[in-house]
């Protein structure tokens, strides 16, 4: 892979990049605020900090119009721009964009939003900033990326085709017997332009006390769905060089330019030594979601969050039908659990369904009940237990 990084403005740098070489460019421009943006790193021992002060909004314009026009040659056909501004400057940028890569290449406007807590502000708090998305042409990259659905999407629902009735109606579809049709396994829900992605606290390790310092997670999104392994990618205000370190993550080549030493001095000492904070955004999971994720590490699966008899369903059929799963509960019984799988799963008409066993609870009484569409399997940790058992 190729690392490339140069100080100076990034205006004349890009003049010797040769034309329709690049794949993705990444942008993180001053945003018009007018203000000295500073900020210290975590020991407090340094102070970073940059001019974002214009004497107008003209001035402004043409250092980004002129910019752009080079970034759009840089770009190969298949190429794609982001970027990244917020309420100060945002209707400056689309405005620009429009003019120079034609408002029918614009793609998205992506909102970048996180949680913030401060009550020094009459007003709404500012928790959000925008990525503007366009591509050079038509014909440009883009690679789907899949969501886990809500706890409120009703899966199984999902899973079933449907067609329309006499009525013109959308109804469920039903095979002559009365069965279930299912319409085959979901990858889960598209990638939306709402992004929930936290922002670096102050005592993330990834924090190295840049003013403009985004969230690694961040850019590797914008790299993952824009550009594939082995392409270029180019960010001219490359700061303290995130955008670069995703890139070397996800495998691409990078080039990087910054008009300030210091911000080139933190890039290449972080692509020397990456540390990538880990976010827990998204994390919508109930209280026993963990358990039930534990028993069901690495098993490819679309979870169901509003059935209680089902924990979740395989990325796989058998029979050309659904598989379903459930974890027996902590404190649940295995005759329980069976007959808790087996009521949820009687009306799917599903041929084969698991369910994973993580205790030896028993009833009192004896239980003779074995259905043929569930196979019980013993989890890893439940194995685990037993041998050390033996072993005592």
């Known amino acids: 892979m190729i690392e490339r990084i140069f100080v100076g403005d990034c205006l004349y740098i890009a003049k010797n990049i040769a034309e329709n070489s690049i794949d993705l460019i990444y942008l993180d421009p001053p945003f018009f605020t007018n203000k000295i943006q ?10 970073f900090s940059y001019s974002d002060v214009w004497n ?9 119009y002129y910019r752009f026009i080079e970034f759009k040659r840089l770009l190969k056909d298949n190429g794609n721009i982001f970027v990244h501004c917020d309420r100060n400057s945002s209707h400056i940028i689309r405005t620009i964009l429009d003019s120079i890569f034609g408002e029918e290449q614009f793609r998205s406007e992506i909102i970048w939003s996180y949680k913030r807590w401060s009550n020094s502000k009459k007003g709404l708090l500012n928790s959000h900033q925008t990525i503007y ?15 886990e659905y809500s706890e409120s999407t009703n899966l199984e629902q999902i899973l ?12 469920y579809a039903r095979q002559i017997n009365g069965e279930t049709v299912f ?4 990858k889960g829900v598209p990638l939306s332009d709402v992004w929930e992605i936290p922002y670096l606290n102050p005592t993330a390790k990834e924090r190295v006390g840049y003013p403009t310092q985004k969230p690694i997670e961040l850019l590797e999104r914008i790299i993952e769905i824009a550009s594939n392994v082995g392409d270029t990618i180019l960010d001219p205000f490359c700061g303290s060089g995130t955008t670069l370190i995703a890139g070397k993550l996800k495998n691409r080549n990078i080039i990087g330019i910054d008009i300030s030493n210091e911000a080139i001095e933190i890039t290449k000492n972080r692509l020397n030594n990456i540390i990538k904070t880990e976010s827990n955004a998204n994390s919508y999971e109930l209280d026993n979601n963990e358990f039930i994720k534990n028993h069901l590490y690495n098993i490819k699966y679309q979870p169901v969050y509003r059935n209680s008899g089902i924990d979740g369903i395989l990325n796989q059929l058998f029979n050309n039908k659904p598989i379903f799963i459930r974890v027996q509960r902590e404190k649940e019984s295995l005759e329980e659990s069976i007959e808790k799988l087996y009521k949820a799963i009687k009306s799917k ?9 993580t205790n030896n609870h028993r009833t009192l009484i004896e239980y003779d009940n074995i259905y ?6 013993d989890s890893i940790f439940y194995q685990f237990k037993l041998y050390l058992l ?3």
């Open 38 to 47: 500073k900020l210290s790193t975590r020991d407090g021992n340094k102070e």
């Open 56 to 64: 107008n909004s003209n001035e402004y314009i043409n250092f980004l």
């Open 133 to 147: 998305f366009y591509s050079k042409s038509n014909n440009f990259t883009f690679n789907t990326i899949y969501t």
């Open 160 to 171: 079933q085709k449907r067609e329309k009735d006499h009525n013109g109606k959308s109804v």
């Open 183 to 186: 319409n085959g396994i979901k």
């Open 349 to 357: 008409n599903s041929d084969k369904s698991f369910l994973v066993r």
């Open 372 to 377: 043929k569409e569930i196979e019980i399997l």
């Open 390 to 392: 033996e072993c005592n």
